[in-house]
């Protein structure tokens, strides 16, 4: 049939009985021919998450304290799945490496990574797969940024060497031999890397979730589920908090256009969801895809009079943020004004900083702040046909009382993205749910 990738989320690789079920998986599909693997997860409520342990280990050594005890729940928690696993993969000679790159002060990068490294090991011999380290083969460059077309090259030739292999997820290297990590949950973004170095026919993301649901199902209660998708409206979706794949690991995949299947390891009979390049047929009825809300963003609105004859007024404006080195989430305008959406993550606590260097710079009539908003994308490529869309979503808002502090329609005409107060997220998601999902 062709190649397929699957990556393996921490829930699905937590302890050996989450491995077991994995290797059924793999061995279930003989086209399943590279496989990465996250840290192991959770295995139950109230436990921790190996590269939470892992930095926990690196903070206690930075500030001098005793880290040994939690470094040996580290090495019992692999030592106690090799043994169940019935491999024997030399895993503590590994962890006796690590610890002692651990005291001669390892990276913050390099002891989280830790985590996929070990794990994947024990998977591999488990398989009898080879395994295959990402570091030196996903490429950062000195300031930390992916090189994609440097680590396509790299995977595709050391990938072309083993039949089958599993790699750990989450990190790379940068030129100087460093070990650099993603953010929380790039093992997806190393998973669309490999598929795309493959030349995979699908890369297929297993999590304990078969799929996207239309909403959150902590906010609505039995969410419809998504079967097809395509790589835009997700994006839209995961960029504004649904967070079943990590927003970067559709872009690799998108470029070599290779469909993305999210899976549910617990219930591999499950088709779960089919991410595509094009949207699917709109079924009768189905106006929107999902909606998706994020909390904690922050509107500075501005005006200025004969705004729309001046020039240079929103570069300037980009340019003070970019100086902060602050995205540009969102940029509504009108005739004499500009609003610009900031996270408040982001802003970092300097927003009396920023909003001077307005002032100063881009000579304002008035400055208006709006803190505690809460954005909230509608996505789908069936509004774009069908009148009324926007005003059946304002009207559910206004049935349930939720004032709109913002409105942003992007060009396609597939997402409409509003700001509610933070405290009117989750009764907002309802009701639009509710007006557009029967």
């Given at each position: 049939?062709?190649?397929?990738?699957?990556k393996f989320g921490g829930s699905s690789v937590?302890?050996?009985?989450?491995?077991?079920?994995?290797?059924?998986?793999?061995?279930?599909?003989?086209?399943?021919?590279?496989?990465?693997?996250?840290?192991?997860?959770?295995?139950?409520?109230?436990?921790?998450?190996?590269?939470?342990?892992?930095?926990?280990?690196?903070?206690?050594?930075?500030?001098?304290?005793?880290?040994?005890?939690?470094?040996?729940?580290?090495?019992?928690?692999?030592?106690?799945?090799?043994?169940?696993?019935?491999?024997?993969?030399?895993?503590?000679?590994?962890?006796?490496?690590?610890?002692?790159?651990?005291?001669?002060?390892?990276?913050?990068?390099?002891?989280?990574?830790?985590?996929?490294?070990?794990?994947?090991?024990?998977?591999?011999?488990?398989?009898?797969?080879?395994?295959?380290?990402?570091?030196?083969?996903?490429?950062?460059?000195?300031?930390?940024?992916?090189?994609?077309?440097?680590?396509?090259?790299?995977?595709?030739?050391?990938?072309?060497?083993?039949?089958?292999?599993?790699?750990?997820?989450?990190?790379?290297?940068?030129?100087?031999?460093?070990?650099?990590?993603?953010?929380?949950?790039?093992?997806?973004?190393?998973?669309?890397?490999?598929?795309?170095?493959?030349?995979?026919?699908?890369?297929?993301?297993?999590?304990?979730?078969?799929?996207?649901?239309?909403?959150?199902?902590?906010?609505?209660?039995?969410?419809?589920?998504?079967?097809?998708?395509?790589?835009?409206?997700?994006?839209?979706?995961?960029?504004?908090?649904?967070?079943?794949?990590?927003?970067?690991?559709?872009?690799?995949?998108?470029?070599?256009?290779?469909?993305?299947?999210?899976?549910?390891?617990?219930?591999?009979?499950?088709?779960?969801?089919?991410?595509?390049?094009?949207?699917?047929?709109?079924?009768?009825?189905?106006?929107?895809?999902?909606?998706?809300?994020?909390?904690?963003?922050?509107?500075?609105?501005?005006?200025?009079?004969?705004?729309?004859?001046e020039r240079g007024f929103v570069r300037r404006?980009?340019?003070?943020?970019?100086?902060?080195?602050?995205?540009?989430?969102?940029?509504?305008?009108?005739?004499?004004?500009?609003?610009?959406?900031?996270?408040?993550?982001?802003?970092?606590?300097?927003?009396?900083?920023?909003?001077?260097?307005?002032?100063?710079?881009?000579?304002?009539?008035?400055?208006?702040?709006?803190?505690?908003?809460?954005?909230?994308?509608?996505?789908?490529?069936?509004?774009?046909?069908?009148?009324?869309?926007?005003?059946?979503?304002?009207?559910?808002?206004?049935q349930v009382g939720v004032n709109i502090r913002?409105?942003?329609?992007?060009?396609?005409?597939?997402?409409?993205?509003?700001?509610?107060?933070?405290?009117?997220?989750?009764?907002?998601?309802?009701?639009?749910?509710?007006?557009?999902?029967?």
């Amino acid at each position: 049939m062709g190649i397929k990738v699957a990556k393996f989320g921490g829930s699905s690789v937590a302890d050996a009985i989450q491995i077991g079920k994995t290797r059924n998986i793999i061995e279930a599909d003989p086209d399943r021919r590279y496989i990465v693997v996250s840290a192991p997860g959770k295995r139950f409520d109230g436990d921790t998450k190996v590269t939470d342990l892992l930095y926990l280990c690196k903070t206690h050594i930075e500030h001098r304290l005793p880290y040994e005890q939690l470094f040996q729940v580290v090495c019992d928690r692999y030592k106690v799945t090799e043994v169940n696993l019935g491999v024997e993969a030399d895993i503590q000679k590994h962890l006796d490496e690590i610890k002692e790159t651990l005291e001669k002060g390892a990276t913050a990068d390099y002891v989280a990574s830790r985590g996929e490294y070990l794990n994947a090991i024990l998977i591999a011999a488990y398989l009898g797969y080879d395994f295959v380290d990402a570091a030196g083969l996903v490429c950062f460059d000195a300031k930390g940024r992916l090189m994609p077309e440097e680590t396509d090259r790299a995977l595709r030739k050391e990938l072309e060497k083993h039949e089958r292999a599993v790699l750990p997820g989450f990190y790379g290297s940068t030129p100087d031999g460093n070990v650099k990590t993603f953010s929380r949950g790039g093992s997806d973004i190393t998973g669309a890397l490999v598929a795309r170095a493959v030349d995979a026919q699908v890369y297929e993301n297993w999590t304990d979730v078969s799929g996207f649901l239309m909403a959150d199902p902590r906010i609505v209660e039995n969410a419809k589920p998504i079967s097809t998708i395509s790589y835009m409206e997700l994006r839209e979706l995961s960029y504004m908090g649904a967070s079943v794949l990590h927003e970067d690991a559709i872009y690799p995949a998108r470029v070599a256009n290779i469909p993305i299947n999210i899976r549910n390891t617990n219930r591999p009979q499950d088709e779960g969801t089919m991410i595509t390049a094009k949207a699917g047929p709109v079924e009768d009825g189905q106006i929107i895809t999902g909606i998706a809300g994020s909390k904690d963003f922050t509107v500075v609105a501005i005006y200025k009079n004969m705004l729309s004859d001046e020039r240079g007024f929103v570069r300037r404006l980009a340019g003070i943020l970019e100086d902060y080195d602050i995205p540009l989430e969102h940029l509504p305008t009108g005739i004499d004004t500009v609003s610009v959406v900031l996270s408040n993550k982001k802003i970092d606590g300097r927003l009396d900083e920023i909003l001077e260097e307005f002032k100063q710079q881009l000579k304002p009539d008035s400055v208006e702040v709006f803190e505690h908003i809460a954005l909230i994308a509608t996505v789908g490529y069936g509004m774009s046909a069908r009148p009324g869309v926007s005003a059946a979503l304002f009207t559910a808002l206004a049935q349930v009382g939720v004032n709109i502090r913002m409105i942003d329609q992007g060009s396609s005409e597939m997402n409409i993205i509003v700001g509610v107060e933070n405290k009117d997220l989750e009764t907002s998601i309802k009701a639009i749910y509710d007006a557009f999902v029967k």
